[in-house]
Structures are given as structure tokens and as C-alpha cells.
T-cell receptor
Framework: AQSVTQLDSQVPVFEEAPVELRCNYS??????LFWYVQYPNQGLQLLLK??????LVKGINGFEAEFNKSQTSFHLRKPSVHISDTAEYFC????????????FGKGTTLSVSS | DSGVTQTPKHLITATGQRVTLRCSPR?????VYWYQQSLDQGLQFLIQ???????AKGNILERFSAQQFPDLHSELNLSSLELGDSALYFC?????????????FGPGTRLLVL
């Protein structure tokens, strides 16, 4: 059965520093990977996705992620964070045919301070 | 704005009561998913409808049910409510032909059972 592990529950970082939020998944078939962001008291917003093709995917707000099949990882990165990036970030996976439900990790809280 | 709408935004009710949460998918999306977000369980898939038919079930309690109507909006019915049902309930939609896998989330309904 597929599962998603977000290795860090909280990541504190200073403004303008780089950040990496780690995500590992387990699946025996082709996977499709997503990162969502949830700002306080808001819904889930799609940051980026990997469906096929280039393993380096770019998303909104300067975020990018790299799909690594051999390491079953999909880490999220940003070279320079802003205070406004403070939020909870969720990694999610679906597998198989289109229309399969997402399995989410437990989330990583990114706290950016000045 | 994802294009997915949910009403109401907040709901406060008492134990034993029944409530209905409503979701309108993005125009052109045929699938609707319901997810529950709670502090102890994280984000969990409840149920999926595709073009009016139930397609998949996740960790949905027997006290909960859902349906999708001909205009593709969906309702999640929660009955005999318990304190532990307090959570954020999200609806997501997907499966337009150009992008069948990506799910877009609504703003959620925050349910508080007292």
C-alpha cells in the first residue's frame, strides 16, 4: 500500500535562507506526486506536481521539487524564503489510473522569521 | 481561487445532530472527492464520486454518506455527530480531459461539534 512520509514536522528558517522540505513515498507502481500549501485558516493550494517527463518541476512562488525514483523521494526546495512562505506544506501521492484519491503526508510546518 | 466552492464555511452543532456540507466542483470536472482534516488523523480521504456515481471509498464512517447530483455538485451528510467528528472537511475536484489527475481543493468547511 502506498504511503507518504514527510520527514520533518517543523522546519524553522530565517528569511532569505534556502529551505528543503523532505518527502518520501512508498509505492510499487507508477506514482504521481504533488505538493500543496495550506496557509493559516485557509484551504489547500496546489504548489506543484510531477506527472511525467522532467524530474525537476517548478511551481508557484519560486518553489521547485525533484522526483527521484531510485530514492522514492520528492523533496521541495526554495532558494530564498520569505516571511509570507510561513505555512503548512503537504506532500501527496496518487498511483494508477486517473481519478485515484490522494494519500497525504502528515505535513511540515515551515516557520520563516526575520 | 481554485474554482471549487464549499458551503458553509463554518458550522457549529451539537452531538447527535445531522449536518450537510455542500461542494461545487470546478467547471468541467467530473470527479468530486471528500477529505477530512483533523489534528490526530491528518488529511484522510473519505469518498469519491465520478459523474454521479460512487467510485471509491476511504475511511468513511457508516454515519457519513455522500451523493453527487446531475449538475455535479456534491453533498456530504454527517449524522449522529460525535465530538470526534469536529474537523475541517475539504472537497476537491478533478478529471477534466486535459488534466485528469490534478485535484483542486475548496476552502473547506470547519465543523465544530459541541
Amino acid at each position: 500500500a502506498q504511503s507518504v512520509t514527510q520527514l520533518d514536522s517543523q522546519v524553522p528558517v530565517f528569511e532569505e535562507a534556502p529551505v528543503e522540505l523532505r518527502c518520501n513515498y512508498s509505492s510499487s507502481v507508477s506514482v504521481y506526486l504533488f505538493w500543496y500549501v495550506q496557509y493559516p485558516n485557509q484551504g489547500l493550494q496546489l504548489l506543484l506536481k510531477y506527472l511525467s517527463g522532467s524530474t525537476l518541476v517548478k511551481g508557484i512562488n519560486g518553489f521547485e521539487a525533484e522526483f527521484n525514483k531510485s530514492q522514492t523521494s520528492f523533496h521541495l526546495r526554495k532558494p530564498s524564503v520569505h516571511i509570507s512562505d510561513t505555512a503548512e506544506y503537504f506532500c501527496a501521492v496518487s498511483e494508477g489510473q486517473a481519478g485515484t484519491a490522494l494519500i497525504f503526508g502528515k505535513g511540515t510546518t515551515l516557520s520563516v522569521s526575520s | 481561487d481554485s474554482g471549487v466552492t464549499q458551503t458553509p464555511k463554518h458550522l457549529i452543532t451539537a452531538t447527535g445532530q445531522r449536518v450537510t456540507l455542500r461542494c461545487s466542483p470546478r467547471s468541467g470536472d467530473l470527479s468530486v472527492y471528500w477529505y477530512q482534516q483533523s489534528l490526530d488523523q491528518g488529511l484522510q480521504f473519505l469518498i469519491q464520486y465520478y459523474n454521479g456515481e460512487e467510485r471509491a471509498k476511504g475511511n468513511i464512517l457508516e454515519r457519513f454518506s455522500a451523493q453527487q447530483f446531475p449538475d455535479l455538485h456534491s453533498e456530504l451528510n454527517l449524522s449522529s455527530l460525535e465530538l470526534g467528528d469536529s474537523a475541517l472537511y475539504f472537497c476537491a475536484s478533478s478529471e477534466r480531459p486535459t488534466d485528469p489527475r490534478t485535484q483542486y481543493f475548496g476552502p473547506g468547511t470547519r465543523l465544530l461539534v459541541l
